[in-house]
């Protein structure tokens, strides 16, 4: 008597699959911070089996290492172009005041995603390539008006004032911004 094989069950065809995974894995990040982070979660919010995970990452530190390059290469390009009409330098104080109020297409959700990232860099150094990679490509935007030793000031004005926007129970207010950052960059107001 000869065994007919049980039938397989075909494959699903999904070639966004893994994007999709690492889409949905900002989504929890936002929703949950890293700590907060799983695999279920992830597989759920992308509608994907729990295998899919282990399946397209090595671990779950691998995909929060490629979910945060997502982030970062989402929002390189918009930051670039907030300055591609800054002509001087008061247009470029003005330009960063701007963006740290929120004028440049990130959105809280993005902010808070990367203070995620900043804070798993701490303690995952494997993490910390994400983000000077990240720091370099903003500092390289800024350092076409400045000079490099001021871009890094000016990148890490920036950090914090946002997450002092982002953190704050009041309004922030937009005059004391363009006040700051004009003040730190010496041009007259």
């Known amino acids: 008597m000869t065994t007919v094989p049980a039938a397989r069950s075909p494959r699903r065809y999904d070639p966004e699959r893994k994007s999709r995974i690492i889409d949905a894995t900002l989504e929890v990040v936002a929703d949950h911070g890293v700590a907060g982070t799983t695999s279920r979660r992830i597989a759920a919010a992308a509608d994907v089996p729990l295998g899919s995970i282990t399946y397209h990452f090595d671990s779950i530190d691998d995909l929060l290492a490629q979910a945060f390059r997502r982030l970062s290469d989402q929002m390189s390009p918009r930051y670039e172009a907030h300055f591609a009409g800054v002509r001087d330098l008061e247009g470029f104080a003005d330009a960063v005041a701007d963006l740290i109020n929120g004028d440049a297409g990130g959105t809280e959700r993005d902010w808070v995603v990367s203070y995620e990232l900043y804070l798993a860099a701490l303690r995952d150094p494997a993490l910390r390539s994400v983000t000077e990679s990240w720091m370099r490509r903003s500092r ?25 926007r982002t953190l704050s129970t009041a309004p922030f207010d937009r005059a004391e911004t363009r006040a700051i950052v004009r003040r730190f960059l010496g041009v007259a107001e």
């Not at 008006?145 to 920036?158: C, H, K, M, Q, Y």
């Open 140 to 164: 390289a935007v800024l350092e076409r008006f400045i000079d490099p030793v001021t871009a890094r000031g000016v990148d890490a004005l920036i950090e914090g004032l946002v997450m002092h």
